[in-house]
């Protein structure tokens, strides 16, 4: 009578050898896996971390603007007002003078003068006569002066002479009182022109 043998134990797969020897490697594959992917996600701690951490990218952005700026510039013209000329210090203006008069300006020196228009009392003064005519001119034909000289209504010195050039000189003692004075020059020319001049000035 045949001896039926006995059959293969079911679901003995899993005991072979081969699968056996298979599961450690499984397993830490899959362990490498999880690893990786808890590392991505940022899970595990750094120190054990094997991902690479993740990497920041800043974009720099450069804008370029242009910019047209406009001035606008105002210009103020101001007008330098003219300047008439003057005459320099000294210069004299030509007299007008009517026909027959003559134009007459009595000029005192300056030896004894204390101030504008005074002199101190004792002081030895002159004066001359500057005659110009119609022309602007000395006269052309004979100039004649006569002098006088007053301290209020007195007369002090009096003279007459042939040129109107000629300086008339003061006494030595004609500024000896102090006071008001009077110099009046009157002129005559050989044409008939004539003129007057009187000039006041101070003894103190």
């Known amino acids: 009578m045949p001896v039926d043998e006995p059959e293969p134990a079911k679901d003995s797969w899993h005991k072979h050898p081969a699968f056996i020897a298979a599961i450690p490697a499984v397993f830490a594959l899959a362990g490498a896996v999880l690893t990786v992917v808890l590392g991505r996600a940022d899970v595990l701690p750094s120190a054990i971390n094997p991902a690479p951490p993740p990497t920041t990218v800043l974009a720099t952005a450069t804008t370029t603007v242009d910019t047209t700026s406009t001035a606008t510039v105002t210009e103020t013209v101001t007008e330098t007002p003219s300047v008439e000329p003057t005459e320099p210090p000294g210069s004299s203006t030509t007299p007008v003078v009517a026909p027959g008069n003559l134009a007459i300006n009595v000029q005192l020196s300056s030896g004894g003068k204390i101030g504008p228009g005074e002199y101190r009392a004792g002081a030895v003064a002159n004066a001359y006569a500057q005659v110009l005519d119609v022309s602007g001119h000395y006269p052309a034909t004979g100039c004649y ?49 004539k003129g007057t001049q009187t000039t006041d000035f101070k003894v103190t």
Not at 156 to 173: L, W
């Open 145 to 193: 002066p006569t002098w006088v000289l007053k301290r209020g209504s007195t007369v002090i010195k009096s003279a007459r002479s042939g040129s109107c050039r000629e300086t008339f000189y003061f006494n030595a003692d004609s500024l000896e009182v102090r006071g008001v004075y009077h110099l009046t020059v009157s002129v005559v020319t050989e044409a008939g022109a």
